[in-house]
């Protein structure tokens, strides 16, 4: 009944659970995740116990299958071992997090590490060696619309309460599963921000101390794939465990080179390392052969995209580091420069009171004679009124009144402000944005936002100082303290 909704409870479970919980923290993701975590590997051990308890205590036989009339050649056989090979080492995919995480651990580290990845190892094993068993031995084959787990659930527990919690909680689990990307991914785009291949923000804390640019940008992506592949596991798991062995592969790949430069060299970890390398960059090639139509081709065109998006970003870093360097002497010769004017240019729309601030402001940092008061006219007969109206208030400074035909307010205004730049090269220009400031936040949804857009187009394309003077307007109502 819930198949026709699984995209949308997909969304729901990255955006509303895993997002906003890992948003709050370390700590409280932990907290808010550990305890279906224990959940679930009790009732799976309970299931295991409790078929177990039936085949050597109970007695209860085996079922045996029909066997297969197909001969396999050795060719074949092979290929069926190393595809099955590749399938269990996906099971796999996670202990990279704890390597990822490790900062997260208390001192010393390494010894805690390393203890955490033995506990998960045996927990790995035991269940998938036990149910793996199970499955052999009550002959249970995959089905279309079933899994494996829910077949062994019901053939020992029956399909009465025990099933319904053990798929529940299996449910829950696969979706805690992915809270495997939150504590590994975020850390890990915060090293390439900072080491400049990631934009800086992804590098920064949030006040709670997790990576929020990074679980927010990490939800987003999650959701794309989940629409884009319409929530397939088959699909993505493909995806993604060619991306997690690719990883392995390097890792070991870089330890072997690491290694290679101790000296003396320490062939034994040289050697467990090559033999990890090895192991790693099969399953990989298995599984772009086997899965290479459900998904896997997607890493072979989206690895060499993501490299040269990392290369353009530390390029282009490269780039303002190298503009923004100043020297002793720049600095100098820059402060030493005479600035021969200073123009203030002040977009008016009538003469009102958060004008008269700005006008106040630009009359402290220079002279009427340098003040320029521009008002951009959609209509001729309003723009006169306004050119009167400001020379009856204000006449000692000048205003220029620009028609706009095509009734558009920036475009004039920013083609006026070029072609002032153009006339004074070595004047300092100061465009000053007089705006008021409403209350509350959907009092802002009914005033347009021509200064904030206004401010974006002008710190973009020219070389002029921008600066907002603001109004805050209180309600005429509200009590005075």
């Not at 989206?302 to 303002?320: D, G, S």
């Amino acid at each position: 009944a819930l198949i026709p909704y699984q995209i949308g409870i997909d969304l729901f479970a990255v955006f509303a659970i895993l997002m906003l919980i890992n948003l709050r923290g370390l700590r409280e993701a932990s907290n808010a995740f550990v305890w279906p975590t224990y959940a679930f590997l009790v009732t799976a051990l309970m299931l295991a116990g409790s078929g177990i308890y039936q085949i050597f205590v109970l007695g209860r036989p085996p079922v045996i299958l029909p066997q297969a009339t197909t001969t396999l050649t050795p060719g074949t056989l092979c290929f069926l071992l190393l595809l099955a090979f590749a399938n269990g080492c996906s099971s796999m995919t996670g202990v990279e997090a704890i390597a990822n995480g490790a900062g997260a651990f208390r001192e010393p580290v390494a010894k805690n590490a390393k203890k955490t990845i033995a506990v998960m190892a045996i927990i790995l094993s035991t269940l998938l060696i036990s149910t793996g068993f199970l499955i052999v031995h009550f002959g249970l084959l995959p089905s279309a619309d079933r899994t494996l787990l829910s077949l062994l659930a019901e053939t020992v527990w029956g399909r009465g309460t025990g099933y319904f919690i053990f798929q529940l909680l299996t449910m829950v689990i696969l979706y805690l599963a992915a809270n495997t990307a939150y504590n590994g991914l975020p850390p890990l785009m915060s090293i390439l921000a900072q080491d400049g291949y990631l934009p800086r923000y992804l590098a920064h804390r949030g006040a709670r101390l997790s990576f929020a640019n990074g679980i927010i940008l990490l939800s987003l992506c999650a959701g794309g794939l989940i629409i884009a592949f319409h929530g397939s596991v088959e699909h993505l798991i493909s995806l993604y465990a060619v991306g997690v062995f690719l990883s392995f592969t390097l890792a070991q790949a870089g330890l072997c080179v690491h290694w290679l430069r101790q000296q003396p060299r320490p062939y034994g970890r040289l050697l467990l390392n090559g033999f990890g390398a090895l192991v790693t960059a099969a399953v990989v090639g298995i599984i772009l052969v086997t899965k290479f139509i459900h998904g896997a081709w997607i890493i072979l065109i989206f690895l060499p995209i993501l490299m040269r998006i990392f290369k353009a970003i530390h390029t282009h870093y490269e780039k303002v580091r190298e503009a923004l360097t100043l020297s002793s002497e720049e600095l100098t010769n820059i402060l030493s420069q005479p600035v021969n004017e200073h123009h203030v240019l002040l977009p008016v729309a009538s003469p009102t009171r958060a004008v008269a601030r700005a006008l106040r402001y630009a009359r402290d940092i220079t002279d009427d004679a340098h003040i320029h008061a521009l008002h951009i006219a959609i209509d001729a007969e309003a723009g006169e009124r306004v050119r009167q109206k400001w020379h009856r208030l204000l006449p000692a400074i000048s205003i220029e009144v620009i028609p706009s035909p095509y009734r558009d307010f920036s475009e004039p205004l920013l083609d006026y402000i070029k072609a002032f730049r153009d006339r004074h090269p070595d004047a300092s220009i100061a465009v000053l944005i007089p705006e008021f400031e409403v209350g509350s936040g959907w009092e802002r949804l009914l005033h347009n936002q021509q200064g904030l857009q206004l401010r974006w187009q002008l710190l973009n394309r020219f070389d002029v100082i921008v600066t907002t003077v603001p109004l805050l307007l209180t309600d005429p109502h509200e009590k005075k303290e």
